[in-house]
């Protein structure tokens, strides 16, 4: 799924690479003050699980054929989302100091374990569903507005990652 060269996509991680990530993720996951979805912990670059590492190399990549930009650091999150959960759609903004340039979502749970929860995203107002396969990775620029629709039944795990220059 490519648009204008703005959104990408691969497959970067096993069914089984997943699994782990979110055995390990499920116990440590806390509520964000203010937001309905849960996010489970920043991910410290020294600390990087193998799938946060191949998104972390995917989205270099991308980076590197398609954007240009100097990045300086990667910041991962696990979020899951239950059932009445969502993220408005929003572009994903950069903290003082910083600039936010790309974001990548990497699909953590197999998509018929849940129904709802679709990442879209609009790179030019046109909206694209995002696959639902287990490890899948999308990149895009942070600037791009995007959602993850309200769950209505099981849970949505993924892997989030913002870099920053």
Known sequence: ?????????A???TAAACADLVGWAEPRVRPLPGRRAEQ???????????????????????NARNWRWRLREIRFAVLRYEIGQRMA?????????????????VQLTPGDDYAGGDLTLWPDGR???ASRDVG???????????????????????LVGWSYS
């Open 127 to 129: 909206p694209i569903v």
């Open 40 to 62: 489970g912990w920043s991910v410290d670059l020294d600390e990087l699980h193998e799938v946060a590492g191949r998104a972390l190399r995917y989205v270099t990549q991308v």
């Open 1 to 9: 799924m490519t648009r204008a060269g703005t959104i990408h996509t």
């Open 136 to 158: 899948t990775a999308v990149a895009f620029p942070a600037a791009t507005a995007h959602e993850v629709g309200e769950v209505t039944s099981g849970v949505r795990w993924a």
């Open 11 to 13: 497959c970067i991680a």
């Open 89 to 105: 759609r929003h572009v994903d903004p950069s903290p003082p100091g910083m600039v936010r340039r790309a974001s990548v979502s």
